[in-house]
């Protein structure tokens, strides 16, 4: 048998890259369906050739990460890519995907803020370099920041994440010129343009970097993205992390309570009050989700 990993799902069948070049069309073994177990883009699998340049699907190995919309897994870092330029991203959407990132093993989230050669945008730099994100600034357009971010993804396999107008496509058209024909070649076969694509694919590109090129995660389609639970949402901040446990109050929800330690450390400048603000209203629509309302499969 053979390894790999699952770079395309679509009605049924599943493309699985196998490290050599190949790009092998694989259906799943009855198991996994008398299993309920539905493999994933991203899944690494063993799987075993069969006549015709087929396979079949064997084994899932097991997933250090998993999203439920858009459904992928084994995702190493998201890359959020934001703009102090037009469009001027809000940091609330940044801290919403960096917190469900945080939440996930073995997930790291990089900011990337595009457009420099129009706007520095210091202040979502500072607030993101304190917090402790690996924050670079590129330009898409003239090729700044290009060379290091293409050293940050190799051998990774990321998630490009951005609100509309960010440019996440100009900056993955700079990272691998190929990119967007690999794109086009999909759209072309799948008889529909690439922006209303529903399918979740993983793409390689020169440097040996994977990245996924999602509607959920592309589009900041927040709502759809599982929500965490507040018990658990001050852990997904990081530089909330050093005061946890300080608190006068057992459950406190560093929101207003008296002798919070994160809300000290808010009022000493330790915490940027943006990330604040983020979490207040995280933690505000998180209480108001049940149990049985979350997603709980893809």
Same mark, same amino acid.
């Given at each position: ?10 009605? #049924? &069948? @599943? @493309?699985?890259? =196998? ?5 092998? /069309?694989? %259906? ?9 177990? /539905?493999?994933?883009?991203?899944? %690494?699998?063993? &799987? /075993? ?12 190995f ?33 801290? %919403? ?8 093993? #073995?997930? !790291? +989230? ?17 607030? @993101?370099?304190?917090?402790? &994100? ?6 898409? !357009? ?5 060379? !290091? ?10 998630? $490009? ?11 993955l058209?700079?990272?691998? +010129?190929?990119f ?10 799948? #008889?529909?343009? %690439? ?16 990245? *996924?090129?999602?509607?959920?995660? +592309?589009? $900041? ?12 949402? *001050?852990?997904a901040f990081?530089? &909330?992390?050093? @005061? ?15 002798d ?8 000493? #400048? ?20 049940? =149990? ?7």
């Amino acid at each position: 048998m053979d390894e790999g990993i699952i770079l395309k799902a679509l009605s #049924g &069948f @599943y @493309y699985v890259y =196998d490290g050599t070049g190949d790009l092998v /069309t694989c %259906r799943a073994r009855g198991k996994f369906r008398h299993q309920k177990i /539905t493999p994933l883009v991203g899944d %690494r699998v063993r &799987f /075993t050739r069969l006549s015709g340049g087929e396979g079949a699907l064997d084994e899932i190995f097991p997933r250090k990460n998993q999203f439920q919309r858009p459904a992928v897994a084994n995702i190493d870092q998201l890359v959020i890519v934001v703009s102090g330029a037009i469009p001027i991203t809000d940091p609330f959407l940044i801290d %919403r995907v960096a917190a469900i990132a945080d939440s996930k093993e #073995g997930c !790291e +989230s990089l900011i990337c803020i595009n457009k420099c050669d129009l706007d520095a945008a210091d202040m979502l730099y500072q607030i @993101y370099t304190a917090a402790g &994100f690996h924050t670079l600034r590129v330009s898409a !357009e003239t090729g700044e920041g290009i060379q !290091e971010l293409s050293a940050a993804i190799a051998g990774k396999v990321s998630a $490009f994440t951005g609100n509309s107008g960010v440019g996440k496509s100009s900056i993955l058209n700079a990272l691998d +010129s190929d990119f967007h024909l690999q794109v086009g070649e999909v759209s072309e076969k799948l #008889g529909r343009g %690439r922006h209303t694509t529903r399918h979740v694919e993983l793409y390689r590109l020169r440097n040996g970097a994977i990245v *996924a090129d999602t509607p959920g995660f +592309s589009s $900041f389609d927040t709502e759809r993205m599982e929500s965490l639970r507040k018990e658990s949402l *001050a852990h997904a901040f990081r530089e &909330f992390r050093p @005061y946890l446990g300080m608190c006068r109050y057992a459950g406190c929800a560093h929101v207003k309570e008296k002798d919070c330690a994160i809300l000290q450390a808010l009022s000493e #400048g330790k915490i940027p009050p943006s990330r604040h603000e983020s979490y207040v209203r995280l933690y505000e629509q998180a209480r108001e989700i049940k =149990d049985w309302e979350r997603v709980t499969k893809p």
